[in-house]
């Protein structure tokens, strides 16, 4: 096939064909194949996460790693197989992952003696350390990070970054010798993560702490930041567990304190995963592909030339000085010749590049570009001299009109109810729901079977003053707590 040909076949298969609002799932997969985020890979629920996609988790990385490590968190890595003695040693978390486990049986063709986990979680295999680790008060806290994969087996309908059998994430696993110390880093670590949500991916998250059905296998309690999808479900999108001395206990992390005495830890874990990537996706793209928030965008600027035969050169010239003018950000030259301005225009587009500068032989004349914005599609004619001053105030522009657009989303969607009336009336009308609620775990299992799979999502740190009766049994509530079908 020659050249001509590939392009021609690339240009009519770029675009996306299916809607957002009318068949949202069919939009989601052609988003990140198009856009070059992903591809599937041989196994099934396990997707390659291209360049494109891993950039903006380095992005993440980067601005957490800055975060802990300032507060005192190393990073390290421990083994990926995880002995089936260590994973049963705390029933109550076993029994939480259970049905997710991979398991190694065989090394070649030889039988192992005991078969080996791939690690579904880190917990007992850090713990397993720990415990020979710590000895004295000296050796606490004990701040432990590790960025890695995870495998669990899961076998609902596998959905690239939202919902995989293999993703990547963070975990930090923590010892203190107080549980004042372990209390105050559960919502330290919550706060970092809805300060990644909201100032690198435009998206609103609310933090609060997860009822007893949902929370982590082992805590005390679980802190999570939440939000709504347009596609009308909610999605949990990180967690912060305090896991109090369960786990210590278990497997004896114990230290002599300053008196002589033998104590036990009080442990944490907190985790961040490429869910995130997925819920970026899902929140701000459109009809036309992805739209990339600013500050994690692998590409913040790409220039395109209008280039004609005779001022070519020209156009090439003054497109490759403005590139360097604006070297403190990302910018990519698109100089190809064997594709048309409009075609690039469309596939930055698809790829959500926030901002796209044009520049022809016109441009020259005036000595000025064109700047277009993904987010809402303006344009704007700006001087050369003005243009690195321009550039840096849009992008807050952007990264602000994004947040504010996905938090009139959020608010639009999220409806008080009072009574089981209305709770069923907001569940048909696919609302994010705040409702009272009795803590009762029958209770909640009971609204999750009558409306079909609506659950809690988490008890917002932003309580009312005064609470009235349960919304489905009308006995006295203990808090008020968000609903809506899950993600």
């Known amino acids: 096939m020659s050249k001509n040909n590939k392009n021609q076949n690339k240009r009519e ?26 591809d599937y890979s041989a196994v099934s629920g396990c997707i390659v996460y291209k360049p494109y996609s891993y950039e903006v988790w380095e992005k993440i990385q ?25 994973l049963t040693k705390e029933a109550t978390h076993v029994e939480g992952f259970a049905p997710e486990v991979a398991w190694v049986t065989h090394g070649g063709n030889t039988k192992l003696g005991e078969r080996l986990a791939v690690r579904p979680t ?31 087996w899961e076998f609902k309908h596998a959905t690239p970054f939202l919902r995989g059998r293999e993703f990547l994430w963070q975990e930090g696993h923590t010892v203190f010798a107080t549980k004042k110390e372990a209390e105050a880093e559960v919502f330290e670590m919550s706060g ?18 997860k009822t007893e059905p949902e929370k982590f296998a082992g805590a005390d309690y679980s802190i999570s930041c939440e939000t709504f999808l347009p596609v009308k479900k909610a999605i949990q999108g990180c967690t912060s567990h305090h896991l109090g001395q369960t786990f210590a206990k278990a497997f004896d992390i114990s230290f002599i ?4 005495e033998k104590k036990y830890g009080w442990q944490n874990s907190w985790g961040f995963t490429t869910r995130s990537i997925g819920v970026m996706i899902m929140m701000h793209g459109d009809d036309k592909g992805l739209v990339m928030p600013p500050y994690v965008a692998p590409t913040q600027i790409v220039i395109v030339p209008i ?72 344009k704007e004619f700006v001087k050369w001299e003005n243009l690195k001053s321009y550039i840096e105030t849009l992008i807050s522009e952007i990264h602000n009109n994004m947040f504010n657009k996905a938090k009139k989303h959020i608010k639009d969607s999220l409806i008080t109810v009072k009574n089981w009336d209305e709770f069923l009336k ?3 009308d696919k609302k994010w729901i705040k409702a009272n609620h009795c803590a009762n775990p029958k209770c909640e299992e009971e609204i999750k079977e009558k ?25 006295p509530s203990k808090y008020e707590v968000l609903f809506a079908k899950s993600y």
């Open 257 to 260: 304190d300053d008196k002589g």
């Open 192 to 209: 970092y993560y809805k300060q990644i949500y909201q100032e690198l991916l435009a998206v609103p998250v609310i933090e609060g702490r």
């Open 426 to 428: 907001a569940v048909k």
């Open 122 to 152: 880190s917990e007992t295999i850090m713990y397993d350390s720990y415990s020979k680790w710590i000895r004295s008060y000296n050796d606490l806290p004990l701040r432990i990070n590790q960025w890695n994969s995870v495998v669990r």
């Open 307 to 378: 280039i004609f035969e005779k001022t070519k050169k020209e156009v090439l010239k003054k497109s490759n000085e403005l590139k360097k003018t604006l070297s403190k950000f990302k910018v990519h030259l698109d100089d190809r010749e064997s594709y048309s301005a409009g075609w690039k225009f469309n596939e930055w587009e698809l790829k959500g590049v926030p901002i796209r500068i044009e520049l022809g032989p016109k441009d020259i004349e005036k000595k000025h570009v064109v700047v277009s914005r993904r987010d809402t599609g303006e």
């Open 451 to 475: 409306t079909n799979g609506v659950k809690t999502n988490c008890i917002p740190f932003d309580q009312p003053k005064t609470l009235g009766s349960c919304v489905y049994c009308n006995k």
């Open 62 to 86: 980067e601005f957490f790693n800055e975060k802990i490590k300032k507060s005192g968190v190393k990073n390290a890595y421990f083994p990926v197989l995880i002995p089936e003695s260590l």
């Open 13 to 38: 298969n770029m675009g996306l064909t299916a809607s957002k609002e009318k068949d949202h799932s069919e939009w989601y997969t052609q988003v990140i194949l198009k856009s070059d985020m992903a």
